[in-house]
């Protein structure tokens, strides 16, 4: 009579480290984001296009602002990221993802008509935010700067 030895474990799937490369041309931008200390500059850039009639989403936390909209839309300030769709994800502009973008975005669980984004040291993946109407809904965002 033989006796099986125990079952090794499951083989844990394989890791890929994250790379970027330099894209050129860059993509057309579709979003902007904020981290940190960039949130306020960019919660009151985006309130005054929001007063000018520009149409954009907004998602936002305590440490994070996402805006989307057409690339004419889109509020700038110091030390935000300009983002652009590669394939269903969105990127930096002027950086490339490697391996290939259509694979992170599996890899980050992204449902279909989710919200994907990747940039160096950060993801995300949320429901489309709806477009926002009234400006003033970003005030508080932008109190922690004394604007």
Avoid: Q
Avoid at 121 to 129: D, F, I, N, Q, R
């Amino acid at each position: 009579m033989t006796t099986a030895g125990p079952t090794p474990p499951p083989t844990p799937p394989p890791t890929v480290a994250l790379g970027w490369e330099r894209r050129e041309p860059p993509l057309t931008a579709a979003a902007v984001l904020a981290i940190g200390a960039a949130v306020p500059a960019l919660a009151a850039a985006t309130r005054d296009r929001l007063t000018g009639g520009a149409r954009l989403g907004v998602l936002a936390d305590d440490t994070t602002l996402l805006v989307l909209g057409a690339e004419p839309d889109l509020p700038w300030a110091d030390g935000v990221h300009f983002l652009g769709h590669d394939e269903e994800l969105l990127v930096p502009t002027t950086a490339r993802p490697r391996p290939a973008a259509a694979l992170w975005r599996a890899a980050l669980g992204a449902r279909p008509g989710d919200l994907c984004l990747l940039v160096p040291g950060h993801a995300l993946v949320a429901a489309p935010p709806p477009a926002v109407t009234d400006p003033e809904a970003l005030t508080p965002l932008t109190r922690r700067s004394g604007r």
